[in-house]
Nanobody
Framework: QVQLVESGGGLVQAGGSLRLSCAAS????????MGWYRQAPGKERELVAR???????YYAASVKGRFTISRDGAKNTVYLEMNSLKPEDTAVYYC????????????WGQGTQVTVSS
């Protein structure tokens, strides 16, 4: 069984910073990649950033240069450092893990709210 627990969301002014954490437990050896998605009210969930097992990363164009994804393998934790936040970054942020190594699907955290005020 896999569990993903996010933390670090909150309210911040435009231009500010936040760091999200996602602690994974269970069959983490199955993960081929982990990432962060977000969903704003009335919009579809979108991929924000992703880190693959070889440590290569991907960023959505809207956050490239402002957000940084990283991981601590010893702690089974993935981080999303968010700088120069904009009101349009306001959304619920979800941690995601791809269980492809074990033929499993995607796992999701419960989500954490990020609100950026103008």
């Amino acid at each position: 069984q896999v569990q993903l627990v996010e933390s670090g969301g909150g309210l911040v002014q435009a231009g500010g910073s936040l760091r999200l954490s996602c602690a994974a437990s269970g069959y983490t050896i199955c993960f081929s990649a982990m990432g962060w998605y977000r969903q704003a009210p009335g919009k579809e969930r979108e991929l924000v950033a992703r880190i693959i097992s070889d440590s290569s990363t991907y960023y959505a164009a809207s956050v490239k240069g402002r957000f940084t994804i990283s991981r601590d393998g010893a702690k089974n934790t993935v981080y999303l450092e968010m700088n120069s936040l904009k009101p349009e970054d306001t959304a619920v942020y979800y941690c995601n893990a791809d269980g492809a190594r074990c033929g499993a699907g995607h796992y999701w955290g419960q989500g954490t709210q990020v609100t950026v005020s103008s």
